[in-house]
């Protein structure tokens, strides 16, 4: 169950507050979001959260002959939650005039922060990766700029894009014997960064990030490390050739084994995408790599401009581009 966003221009029956008769005295009406539950098929990648506990936006407003680009991302509301069944009400702009939207997802996470108002253009998002993999986080992001207010009964599309990239990981044992995998890590990802519009801005340290596992794997299984709960969702990002970007730590025949990746060129994990790493052990505990990648699917939602309360729903929209690359990222080493 997640949740559906319509706007209604509905007439004004109340008298304006003092700040909002400042800038939008002469408006015929005002905007309202209307949020009700509905069904709403997400990527898995929504694994900590899902759209019902809300998402933030944002609005600016502007004549019609500027642009978002410089007015504060925002001068008309800023960061207001958008929640199931609450409704939250402002005047509708001067049909003169323009008006921009910016959401994202998750609203309230202390690990997302969203910048002030008075800075111009889009907003720009602060993100700190969670160490744990379990609590990572899928970034979701939508914004439609420079609509005219001209037609208020005008519809209009916002469409969230996830901002992550997605690792997941897939055992196959091939060898004769149980085996049992400790770990799975991560590493080199840069764990803070800034996201204006699609551009992500990496800072501080690398980190590693270490998925424990502690599960035996039979001769001739196959284990799905990740699940569906345990994806590395990470910053968008390039690793460089001759890091180490992968390690496997498995216990077999009572000794333990190390199986690393140090890249042979250049890696770079883009914004909603999935890659999925199948190893491979084989017989004599060498491991095989083989890496998957498809685009991730977007969440589409429309959002009606119409006289009265729309009752219209926000429906999703699943559009899948598939990319299959063969081959493996590196060969993989073993330590031990």
């Given amino acids: 169950m997640a949740c559906l966003l319509s706007i209604g221009i509905i007439p004004v029956l109340t008298a304006c507050t003092e700040d909002l008769e400042q800038y939008h005295k002469n408006s015929e009406g005002y905007l309202k979001f209307n949020i009700q539950d509905n069904n709403w098929t997400r990527g898995t990648q929504a694994v900590v959260a899902s759209l019902d506990e809300g998402f933030g936006v944002s ?3 502007y004549p019609a002959s500027g642009t978002y680009t410089s007015y504060g991302c925002g001068n008309y509301f800023y960061n207001i939650s958008a929640l199931p069944n609450t409704n939250t009400e402002y005047y509708w702009p001067l049909t003169t005039n323009e008006i921009s939207f910016f959401a994202y997802y998750p609203y309230g996470n202390a690990n997302l922060t969203i910048q002030s108002p008075l800075t111009t253009g889009a907003p720009i998002y602060a993100y700190s990766t969670p160490v744990s993999v379990a609590s990572q986080i899928d970034i979701m992001t939508a914004q439609l700029t420079d609509v005219s207010c001209a037609d208020p009964t005008a519809t209009v599309s916002l469409t969230f894009a996830h901002k992550c990239s997605d690792l997941r990981f897939i055992l196959d044992n091939s060898t004769t014997e149980t085996v049992t995998v400790n770990s799975v890590t991560v590493k080199n ?3 803070n960064g800034t996201l204006q519009e699609n551009t992500w801005t990496t800072t501080g340290d690398t980190q590693d990030f270490v998925l424990t596992v502690g599960s035996n794997v039979a001769s001739g299984t196959t284990l799905d ?9 990470l910053i968008p990002q390039t690793i460089a050739q001759g890091k180490r970007m992968l390690d496997l730590y ?5 000794e333990n084994r190390h199986f690393y990746c140090d890249l042979a060129e250049d890696y770079t994990a883009e914004a909603g995408k999935t890659y999925q790493f199948r190893l491979l052990l084989k017989s004599n505990l060498e491991v095989d790599d083989g890496t998957d990648i498809s685009d991730w699917e977007l969440q589409v939602g429309y959002i ?6 729309n009752t219209e729903s926000w429906t999703p929209e699943e559009q899948p581009i598939e990319r299959i690359i063969s081959g493996g990222i ?7």
Wanted: cysteine-free.
């Fill in 59 to 61: 609005s600016s407003t």
């Fill in 189 to 191: 990802f840069y764990r």
């Fill in 225 to 233: 490390l990740t699940g569906t709960t345990n994806h590395f969702l």
């Fill in 250 to 254: 498995v216990t077999s025949g009572g």
């Fill in 304 to 309: 009606n401009y119409a006289t009265g309360i």
């Fill in 330 to 336: 590196s060969d993989w080493q073993r330590e031990n």
